[in-house]
């Protein structure tokens, strides 16, 4: 089975600059989080999806943070426009059902963000 | 609100031998799971191992076993005959154990460097 895809590994932005995250969860996974883990902390969540709705977004920046899900598939996570304070790993995970209590979640490898 | 604290920010320990990792956490639930994570240098958040509260016998797996005590809402992992792999960061986390969002909330983390 394949695992929860992320790109880029990497990114490095000035400031007040646009970027852009993708994800792609494992298949047939319908809960898709992403979470934002600066550095010496915990992950702390962004926003969940089922499917291609939003289930809790409490915790996202909505100013300069939007994220979609089209199609219940892939995700994408933008911030426009960047903050130093921005500079953390974003972490993509995804679940196969609405209550993945039994397993925890499927995590990505991350992208590891600076914004300079 | 659910709050997971890990008041050990590094530990070490010698290869062979075994090191305890404190977690207490702060709910009103009843029902709910708790996890242990590893994050490794690679970034990606790894399930150790999984408790549901409902259950009284303390979760084991392998090298891995957890102390669970749910009055005091504590919740440690030991790892016992350490590995120059164990090395990586570990981070409690909480899920409620149902409704919509089932976020996982982490603790602050713990640095776990095994020494040969």
């Known amino acids: 089975e394949a695992g929860v895809a992320q790109s880029p590994r990497y990114k490095i932005i000035e400031k007040r600059q646009s970027v852009a995250f993708w994800c792609n969860p494992i298949s047939g996974h319908a809960t898709l989080y992403w979470y934002q883990q600066i550095l010496g902390q915990g992950p702390k969540l962004l926003i969940q999806f089922q499917n291609n709705g939003v289930v809790d977004d409490s915790q996202l920046p909505k100013d300069r943070f939007s994220a979609e899900r089209l199609k219940g598939v892939d995700s994408t996570l933008k911030i426009q426009p960047a903050k130093l304070e921005d500079s953390a790993v974003y972490l993509c995970?995804?679940?196969?059902?609405?209550?993945?209590?039994?397993?925890?979640?499927?995590f990505g490898s991350g992208t590891r963000l600076t914004v300079v | 609100a659910q709050t997971v604290t890990q008041s050990q920010p590094e530990m070490s320990v010698q290869e062979a031998e075994t090191v305890t990792l404190s977690c207490t956490y702060d709910t009103s639930e009843n029902n709910y799971y708790l996890f242990w994570y590893k994050q490794p240098p690679s970034r990606q958040m790894i399930l150790v191992i999984r408790q549901e509260a409902y259950k009284q016998q303390n979760a084991t797996e392998n090298r891995f076993s957890v102390n669970f005590q749910k009055a005091a809402k504590s919740f440690s992992l030991k790892i016992s005959d350490s590995q120059l792999g164990d090395t990586a960061m570990y981070f409690c986390?909480?899920?409620?154990?149902?409704?919509?969002?089932?976020?996982?909330?982490f603790g602050g983390g713990t640095r776990l460097m095994v020494k040969p």
């Open positions: 995970a995804s679940s196969p059902h609405d209550r993945p209590s039994n397993y925890g979640y499927t």
């Open positions: 986390a909480f899920m409620k154990h149902y409704g919509a969002g089932n976020m996982l909330t």
